[in-house]
């Protein structure tokens, strides 16, 4: 009767291959590395785009006005730019920016206007139809400036400093427009209040806010950049009404 040969138990097993764990592939490595990175840049960027609203929006602090009465007398009132009409219907960002630039004009509280934005060709001139907007409101056309090359809130910002000659000026658009050029005219050393334009229906309005989130954070990296206007050119005047008799 043969015996079956106890073995020990630290001897069991002795002479099998060691498992292992299988190591993560390359690809698999490059995708940890990419998300970990992402998720670094989406917090950096987050980050970021919350000092830019905080930054801009304190820039504005005691600068916005809602009422005529309230806005300090100025010379001149810069009247930001955008599309007359957008999917085919009226903007109406584009309209109450000039039913607010009408009313400064009729009482006084401006003598010019100052109409800036894109001239891209023929058929879109946005200060053309902004000053034949303004005319048809009571203002007189050879009050109103055009300023064929405001392509963005900066370029108009320091085109009217630098090439207008103003140093106090009205901004008239949308508080949450208001507040970024409040800013960028504070870095530029530009003296500017706003006075607030209506706000357009919340169909209208979030999706323009939601792009502003952004634009906040363009606008602190231009600063920070010390980026100017794409184009400068020599000084121009900003026609005046007589002063009114007191």
């Known amino acids: 009767m043969s015996r079956r040969r106890k073995v020990h138990p630290s001897k069991a097993g002795r002479g099998a ?9 390359r690809w698999r490595l490059l995708v940890r590395r990419t998300l970990r990175l992402a998720g670094v840049a989406a917090l950096a960027g987050g980050a970021f785009l919350a000092f830019a609203e905080w930054r801009v929006a ?17 010379d001149v ?3 930001f730019g955008t599309t007359h009409r957008w999917h085919g219907q009226l903007n109406p960002f584009y309209e109450a920016r000039l039913d607010a630039a ?3 004009f009729r009482r006084q509280r ?6 800036s934005g894109d001239n891209e060709h023929r058929s879109y001139n946005e200060p053309v139809a902004m000053r034949n907007d303004l005319a048809a409101r009571g203002v007189p056309a050879e009050f109103i400036t055009c300023d064929y090359a405001g392509l963005r809130t900066l370029d108009s910002v320091q085109r009217a400093q630098r090439v207008f000659g103003q140093r106090r000026v009205v901004f008239v658009s ?3 427009h ?6 960028l005219a504070q870095a530029s050393g530009l003296d500017a209040v706003g006075f607030v334009a209506a706000e357009a229906p919340p169909r209208w309005a979030w999706r323009v806010r939601a792009r502003e ?16 206007p794409r184009f400068l050119g020599p000084s121009e005047p900003v026609a005046l009404a007589p002063v009114p008799p007191t």
Not at 17 to 25: D, F, K
Not at 58 to 74: C, K
Not at 110 to 115: C, D, F, I, K, P
């Open 58 to 74: 304190r820039a504005a602090e005691g600068r916005v006005y809602d009422s005529t009465e309230a806005v300090p007398a100025h």
């Open 178 to 183: 208001l507040e970024r050029a409040l800013y």
């Open 77 to 79: 009132a810069l009247v």
């Open 110 to 115: 401006v003598r010019g206007l100052l109409v």
């Open 174 to 176: 949308q508080r949450f």
């Open 213 to 228: 989130v952004l634009a906040r954070g363009m606008a602190v990296l231009d600063v920070w950049l010390g980026r100017g």
């Open 102 to 104: 009408a009313e400064l």
């Open 17 to 25: 291959p060691a498992r292992t764990a299988a190591r993560p592939s």
